[in-house]
Structures are given as structure tokens and as C-alpha cells.
């Protein structure tokens, strides 16, 4: 594993212009000749951006960027996507700028978490992070919804100045494609209007699938790939970084254990446990490794907050290899007491 000396996550970065813009693409920085001026206020940086009534309700679910940066910091992982992934964080931390992203994962790996901590890198506090997933609609109820109709805003005009994520991109027909090109030069036009309005959005984007692919089959306009893909990082299934499963089941279950007010950590069985921590056995973490995680970080946060929560007897029992078993069973079968 290799050490890094990096700056404190919740750090204020200093006020900066900078006068090129760069992008990381196949592994290397060049500079596009873009002039950007970034400006960055103080802020905590657990607080990307406001939160709605849902978010704050499932708070624990949804990592903040400063909980994310300082997990890939204390918590590295040798999985060489990952690796690239914090050199990402180093740059941004040592030369802010505003640019596109592409994400490639999976369901369930992260890539929200991580859309919100490559955000609050690159702007101030406040600064508004839109989500929205145009799958399921309608071309015509998608392109209302994204670029506004009447005196209704859309989603880019409520992304003004900050980020919009949008997720998973292959369902996009071509005529969305075409309106998040002209968003990513600075314009939308909301329907049923002739003018344009200007706007300054960032866009980050996330695929399974790999949009360079899909740019071949003729399925996504290469321009917009090329204005989206200044920065592109992936994040691999948990099937393929079993090493690193326990690190993140600790973090994880600390959350969950914090979300439901209880004093303590989940903390490992060769680990000095305090007053309400939680030991995690050595047969539970070779369980939560064995197992093919296909919902990713999702399913293991479902299944740590049932072994925690629901079929512990005690507060301070220990979290083993029976609990991981009648969690992954589900809430009807691991009512069975012979698990």
C-alpha cells in the first residue's frame, strides 16, 4: 500500500483563478485551454450541498463528501480504480477547478456519494447538487422535466451554478442527448420557448456501461461524450475488492450505529472496543467476504443494518457469523431460530 501525505478533507481550500482548464483522461492531465475562475468560501465540507426531506431521513444511507474523502484517505484501497480515484481527490484538493464527470459503476457502488464529494471539491458551500434520473418517462415529459416548460424551470435551470447528476445514461433518447450538450456549453431553452436562457452547470454523469461503447454503436453523440468525459473514473463491485469489505463494514456499521443514536463504534475483534462499541468476529468478516454482494454497497448496508439492529440480543453482543447469515437470509427467513 503506498503512503500519501494529503491536506485535511475538512480543509478550506484558498481563493484561487485559475486561468486553464485541466482534465483527466485514460490517466493523464492536459490542459484544455478553458479559462475557469473558481472562487471558494469557507464551508464544512460534510455538508456538500442542502439536503432533502428524504436524504435527511435516510441520512446514514448517503455518505457526505468530507465522510467520502476521508474514508479513501484513512481506508486505502489497493484497488488500482480506487487509487486513481483519491489521486483525483489530490488534484482537486491542490487545484480546484469546475468540470464534467463521468462515472461508470454498477448499482449500488457509490457513484452519488462520490458525484457529491468531486461537488463540494469544486464549489462553495450551497452551491446547488440536482439529481435526477430521466428513465421511465417520456421523451417529451423527459425534456420538460430537464429543461422546463412555461414558467416551470427544469432541472438544469434549478442546477444553475452548481452540479447536475444525472444517473445512469444510456436510457437518454437523442434529443435529451442534444439538450445536455447545449447545457454543458452554457444554455437551455425550456419548452415551448424560442429563447435561450444561459446558464453554468456542471455535469456529471454515470453509465454501467462504457460510453466510448456506446459512442461506436452510434447509441450516444461523441460530442457530448467528449464535453462529458474530462474526468471519468469507475467504481469497481465489492466482488472484485473483497480486501477491503471489512474496512468498509466497520465504517458502515459505525454510521448505522451513530444514525440510530447510540453511543459506540463497530469495531474489529483484534481492534481496543470502548464503553457501547460493537466487536465484529473474525468469522463475520470471512462471512461478509465469501459473499458476491450484487446490490454492492447498498445490499451490504441493508445487511449490516439488519445484523446490528434487528438480531442482536443484546446491545453488547458481538456481531457474528450467525448475524450475517440471518441478515443476508432476509427479515422472514432468519426469523427461523436454528440460523
Known sequence: MRSRTLPAADCTPALREHNRDFSLVGGSWRACGTRITTSYASRPCDNAAPMDDEEQTGRHRL???????????RHQSEHPALLRVLDVFERLQQRQFRTHVVLYGEQGTGKEGLARALHALMYEYGAPFVSCSLAGLTPSARAAEL???????????????????????????PELQSRL??????????EGEI??????????????RSLADEVQSGRFRHDLYWRLARIELSLPPLRERRADIGRLALWIGSRILQSALRDGRLVAHDELSGPGDVVLESDAIEALEQHDWPGNLRQLDAVL???????????????????????????????????
Open 195 to 208: 429563447e435561450e436562457r444561459t446558464v453554468r452547470v456542471t455535469v456529471t454523469l454515470t453509465s454501467e
Open 181 to 190: 450538450l447545449a447545457a454543458t456549453r452554457g444554455r437551455v431553452r425550456r
Open 305 to 339: 443494518e439488519r445484523a446490528l439492529l434487528l438480531y442482536r440480543r443484546a446491545s453488547s453482543e458481538p456481531l457474528s457469523a450467525r448475524h450475517i447469515a440471518q441478515a443476508l437470509a432476509g427479515p422472514s427467513d432468519a426469523l427461523d431460530p436454528s440460523l
Open 63 to 73: 455518505p457526505e463528501a468530507g465522510q467520502w474523502m476521508r474514508l479513501l484517505q
Open 147 to 173: 429543461c422546463g416548460e412555461g414558467d416551470t424551470p427544469g432541472l438544469i435551470e434549478r442546477a444553475d451554478g452548481g452540479t447536475l447528476y444525472v444517473d445512469q445514461a444510456e436510457p437518454i433518447a
